[in-house]
């Protein structure tokens, strides 16, 4: 048999296993030293009062005769789908179709397999730095990939692709940058994907955190933009589902190339759906209880990434991010780069974060903070990160 070279070519380790094998190997030499971790974007906080009753509810259900749940619909229980339109969409005005939501284990699986709509010569752009997912899954399936460089100097938008490509993945609230996009940039997205005759891949996990009134929290905020955008929703960030895992994907029906069809048809293929307790926990988190709580976790975090920004600014690091998003994207000290940085403050500070260079070229130069951690844990980073300038 022959292995799947595009596989073997992948560089050496995710991202995150890399960075984990680092920590793990510190904590081994120096077993007194209590980390603080800033890496992984991993909640911290308990899930809601409502979510943690409608999960026991619904497992307690599924003991008794009357309440066996087999295969779930592949596209979701309606009661999922209809609390991903009443309790995400409708509050930003956006109105989906049920029959175009889709939900999944979350929006990282469903990123990667998203590819699986393009052909197998189709061309992917992502921007770079970019999370590995997007451009990982295409580099497996065969595809080139073209990277889009995101510079501070445009805040960290991506600019239009210079060459013909198939498929853009944006990210907004962007991971790693914590950079979200504007209206206007967005718009000129969805002009170029209707002009252009490209699909937009959009991934908004981070949408709980923007917090100006004006930026978009959904690509369909835009008009036009059901023809040519697919779209990626997730409860990890916004309801601490990380471990739980649900989320959702919304291919419209007006999609110009009948996506909604072939997603149907290739999740009917690949996966028996999410666990029921766990869909009963996903409308339990998009309730009005259940957001009125995660959105204290969302605040939390929030909080949490303004003070790091604080001291960090006032450390005279160079911060971009935080705003709009839970991470922050932080400039090197000179000298160093992104893997220096990482080691100098695992070693010195005992901070964990993710060196920029994990996410792309462009990410040289530039560490990236995470804002999950306990307020505690928070603090005494912003502390270390001043002594360790
Ligand atoms: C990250 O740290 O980039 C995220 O937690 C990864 C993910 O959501 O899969």
Redesign the pocket.
């Known amino acids: 048999m022959t292995v799947n070279a595009n596989l073997c070519a992948l560089h050496g380790s995710y991202l995150?296993s890399e960075t984990a094998a680092r920590v793990a190997a510190f904590s081994q030499e120096n077993p007194g030293k209590t980390l603080l971790r800033l890496?992984?974007?991993?909640v911290t906080l308990p899930v809601a009062d409502a979510v943690v009753r409608a999960l026991c509810a619904a497992a307690e259900e599924m003991g008794r005769p009357d309440g066996v749940h087999g295969y779930a619909p592949t596209a979701g229980y309606p009661f999922a789908i209809e609390a991903v339109r009443n309790g995400y969409y409708a509050p930003m005005g956006v109105d989906v179709a049920a029959e175009d939501i889709f939900i999944s284990d979350g929006?990282?699986p469903d990123t990667a397999g998203a590819q699986e709509l393009l052909s197998p010569g189709a061309v992917v752009a992502v921007c770079d730095p970019v999370?590995p997912?997007y451009a990982d899954s295409n580099a497996m399936a065969g595809r080139r990939v073209v990277y889009l460089p995101c510079r501070a100097k445009d805040g960290f938008a991506p600019p239009l692709p210079r060459e013909r490509v198939d498929a853009v993945y944006l990210c907004s609230p962007n991971?790693?940058t914590g950079m979200a996009l504007s209206r206007d940039a967005l718009a000129a997205w969805v002009d170029y994907a209707r002009r252009e005759d490209v699909l937009l891949l959009f991934d908004a996990?981070y949408s709980a955190y923007v917090a100006a009134r004006d930026t978009p929290r959904s690509l369909f905020q835009i008009p036009g933009a059901q023809e040519v955008g697919v779209e990626f929703g997730s409860l990890?960030?916004s309801a601490g589902f990380?471990g739980l895992r649900c989320g959702w994907t919304v291919v419209p029906s007006a999609n110009r190339w009948g996506l909604r069809r072939l997603w149907a048809r290739r999740m009917a293929t690949k996966t028996n759906g999410v666990a029921y307790p766990v869909q009963r926990a996903a409308e339990a988190a998009l309730s009005p209880e259940g957001l009125a709580q995660s959105q204290q976790s969302v605040r939390y975090y929030q909080e949490n990434a303004r003070l790091l920004g604080e001291a960090l600014r006032r450390s005279g690091y160079v911060v971009f991010g935080g705003a709009d998003a839970p991470y922050l994207w932080v400039r090197c000290p000179e000298g160093l780069d992104g893997w220096g940085w990482f080691d100098r403050l695992l070693r010195q500070a005992q901070i964990v974060c993710?060196p920029g260079e994990g996410f792309g070229r462009c990410g040289a130069g530039y560490v990236r903070f995470?804002a999950f951690g306990r307020r505690d844990e928070i603090r005494e980073a912003a502390e270390r990160l001043g002594m360790n300038a």
């Open positions: 995150f890496g992984i974007g991993d929006a990282k999370y997912v991971n790693p996990a990890s960030k990380t993710t995470c």
